[in-house]
């Protein structure tokens, strides 16, 4: 009986240590998972749309906004041109012969969607008017198909041409005359100016005024209200009371 009493007492004697071999503040309690964040900010979802590259803004060629007048009324065609030219084919002769006869070639810059025979025909017609240039004080004008034998050469150009091949800043508006140059703006010859109301005559004028300052005509101003403006007055900026007039045989003087 003791010796029994004495094996029961043994055995609890182990399972008591066997219960109590490792506190349970040690046992290796798995930490519970962190919960997933969000979308981590440095890796977009799967399922997030990839902000695409910035698309070109409507280019000027396109014409979104760029037939619409600015703040002074001028309209602008945005028109990019590609530095290279077509040169007429066309010859003219001069409607008289006088003392000095002024050989001139037309060119056109490529990317303006402007043909340059089409062009050459309306400026020959100009030159060649009775109301123009033409007989006055011994100016007459032959259209030639060979740049290198033109005494001067017409450009209708972008406005960003127009600017580089200008002497002064004509902030990619205005035309000038450059030498034995004369720079037209293809948005003046698209476009006019708000001083004018007729295109046909606005083209004559840009055409006469240029070249008026290649024969050696300065600017002059409105001689008195109700005239017709001088066509060396600066029409396509003011008038100051005076009419419009793309002809200097019909000016108010």
Same mark, same amino acid.
């Given at each position: 009986m003791a010796m029994l009493l004495g094996l029961v007492l043994l055995g609890?004697?182990?399972?008591?240590?066997?219960?109590?071999? =490792?506190?349970?503040e040690d046992q290796a309690v798995p930490?519970?998972?962190?919960?997933?964040?969000?979308?981590?900010?440095a890796t977009?979802?799967?399922?997030?749309?990839?902000?695409?590259?910035?698309?070109?803004? !409507?280019?000027?060629?396109?014409?979104? #906004? #760029? #037939?619409?007048?600015?703040a002074q009324g001028m309209k602008h065609t945005g028109l990019t041109g590609k530095g290279t030219w077509q040169t007429a084919t066309l010859e003219v002769a001069?409607?008289? *012969?006088?003392?000095?006869?002024?050989?001139?070639? !037309? =060119?056109?810059? %490529?990317?303006? =969607?402007? *043909?340059?025979? %089409? !062009?050459?025909?309306q400026v020959s017609g100009v030159l060649n008017d009775p109301r123009g240039w033409t007989g006055h004080q011994g100016h007459s004008f032959q259209l030639v198909k060979d740049a290198s034998t033109a005494e001067f050469t017409i450009f209708l150009a972008s406005p960003g041409r127009t600017?580089?091949?200008?002497?002064?800043?004509? *902030?990619?508006?205005?035309?000038c005359r450059s030498g034995n140059n004369v720079l037209l703006n293809t948005d003046r010859w698209l476009y006019m100016t708000p001083t004018y109301t007729d295109l046909t005559a606005y083209r004559a004028y840009m055409v006469n005024h240029e070249v008026g300052h290649f024969i050696g005509k300065d600017h002059v101003g409105c001689p008195a209200k109700g005239r017709n403006a001088?066509?060396?007055m600066q029409q396509s900026k003011r008038i100051d009371g005076c009419k419009t007039n793309p002809w200097p045989t019909t000016d108010g003087k």
């Open positions: 609890l004697s182990s399972i008591m240590r066997g219960c109590s071999s =490792k506190p349970a930490a519970p998972a962190q919960p997933p964040s969000a979308t981590p900010s977009p979802s799967p399922s997030a749309t990839p902000t695409p590259s910035a698309s070109p803004s !409507v280019s000027a060629s396109s014409g979104s #906004d #760029d #037939d619409q007048p600015d001069p409607a008289k *012969k006088t003392v000095a006869v002024h050989r001139y070639a !037309v =060119k056109v810059e %490529d990317g303006t =969607k402007l *043909k340059a025979n %089409d !062009v050459a025909r600017q580089k091949m200008c002497p002064l800043d004509v *902030k990619m508006t205005w035309s001088p066509v060396m």
